[in-house]
């Protein structure tokens, strides 16, 4: 019985009797990043169940199992359960995003249920939270760069950097992104909501580690995104009220 953690190819087995440390430093060392801490996640064995804990000072994590169907945002000093069998793990340090895989031998529950996919109109629901399709294009812009690699580890893009893949201005790509985030934080996702101690770097990571992991967005969806070309495009703000 133990758990085998997979990140950027490479397979790590935690054992019982041992906790098993990720971070700068530690079984699984992910990245020489001066924003990592040295020790960040552990992996522990304790009362029969497999726990991921956070023993960070200021980084959070987001958890979320492989249907779908349970997310959890890990603060410094929390833990969760590992009672599933697959988990995917993401998180943010500096300006580079990071997900690693937890798959657990003997887990204490099994899935019986699927989540639901989002159907083909332009809407995109996420629980009871929709998006329009230029919300959706400004998370899907925002992922690119994970999407694209496949997994591992990946760039969050500046909001200028973002603005103009997507062919919008600054100020448009800005009311749109607090839109999402509004929408979001009133649905209960923590993380999201700006404030003098949450800068907008810090938000648009979360966002990031959230549309990952409920899946609000795909590899699919990069065919969303226009060609670089050079050439300005997506709807004009007339065309998307709808977004705000």
Sequence with gaps: MGVRIEFCG???????????????????????????????????????LWWLTNVGTTLTATVADDKGLFQAWLAPGARVPLALQHFTVWFTAGPTTYEFDLHVDEPAFTAVFEAEQDDASGQTTVGRVSFTPDQKLLVVALCEGFLRRGGGQGQVPSSAEAAERLGWTLTRFNRKLDNVCSKLADAGIRGLHGGPTKLASNRKARLVEHALSTRIVGVHDLALLPERSGVTTGAPDSAAGQGR
């Design 10 to 48: 490479e397979q790590f087995q935690a054992e019982p009797g041992r906790p098993f440390t990720i971070g700068r430093v530690g079984d699984l060392e992910i990245d020489d990043n001066p924003y990592l801490h040295r020790a960040f996640l552990v992996v522990v064995e304790e009362g029969g």
